[in-house]
T-cell receptor, first 113, second 116 residues
Framework: DQQVKQNSPSLSVQEGRISILNCDYTNSMFDYFLWYKKYPAEGPTFLISISSIKDKNEDGRFTVFLNKSAKHLSLHIVPSQPGDSAVYFCAASEGGGADGLTFGKGTHLIIQP | GAVVSQHPSRVICKSGTSVKIECRSLDFQATTMFWYRQFPKQSLMLMATSNEGSKATYEQGVEKDKFLINHASLTLSTLTVTSAHPEDSSFYIC????????????FGPGTRLTVL
């Protein structure tokens, strides 16, 4: 049973526009959520995180929104740049981030010039 | 940002042999290290959590006698795949966190294991 779901395997966005990546979770014990960017044969690179006590966190071009009642979070990238093309993983954790992470299957973001 | 390295980056071995993978935190002390595995086109799956100086905690379905984890120092954890078989072929990734990382996990570059 997959506790973290990313239902879009891929997403294509034009350069300069907003990219919105979505993630749903089922485990109500998750209280810390993260987004990672990953290239093939490399480890994930941390992008941004959010605690369950917040509903929004912003860092430069990246904003993460959390809707606890819907058990949904999203990552907004604006403006999208060609270097943003990668696979994006949503991850969740219990214990305020102290525990190991449960990952979604990833969304391959393709930024079109 | 915090840097985590893994060695080797790629290893090919014969079935039945054991392979050791090292994970090092280069510029911070890692109180906790995690080991993940990723099969092709799949998500990263947590295998085990190790805290420095104590035994690793394994996730359900992960054989602790097959995947030996040692976290002997605050900068080094090792994963040994014992008696490797072709089904153990995968991409193994470690992560580390500590006070200096504000408890965020930073990932190593991964190790591609191929068992013939």
């Amino acid at each position: 049973d997959q506790q973290v779901k990313q239902n879009s395997p891929s997403l294509s966005v034009q350069e300069g526009r907003i990219s919105i990546l979505n993630c749903d979770y089922t485990n109500s014990m998750f209280d810390y959520f993260l987004w990672y960017k990953k290239y093939p044969a490399e480890g994930p690179t941390f992008l941004i995180s959010i605690s369950s006590i917040k509903d929004k966190n912003e860092d430069g071009r990246f904003t993460v929104f959390l809707n606890k009642s819907a058990k949904h979070l999203s990552l907004h990238i604006v403006p999208s740049q060609p270097g943003d093309s990668a696979v994006y993983f949503c991850a969740a954790s219990e214990g305020g981030g102290a525990d190991g992470l449960t990952f979604g299957k990833g969304t391959h973001l393709i930024i079109q010039p | 940002g915090a840097v985590v390295s893994q060695h080797p980056s790629r290893v090919i071995c014969k079935s039945g042999t054991s392979v050791k993978i090292e994970c090092r935190s280069l510029d911070f002390q890692a109180t906790t290290m995690f080991w993940y595995r990723q099969f092709p086109k799949q998500s990263l799956m947590l295998m085990a959590t190790s805290n420095e100086g104590s035994k690793a905690t394994y996730e359900q379905g992960v054989e602790k006698d097959k995947f030996l984890i040692n976290h002997a120092s605050l900068t080094l954890s090792t994963l040994t795949v014992t008696s490797a078989h072709p089904e153990d072929s995968s991409f193994y990734i470690c992560s580390a966190r500590g006070l200096a990382t504000h408890n965020e996990q930073f990932f190593g570059p991964g190790t591609r294991l191929t068992v013939l």
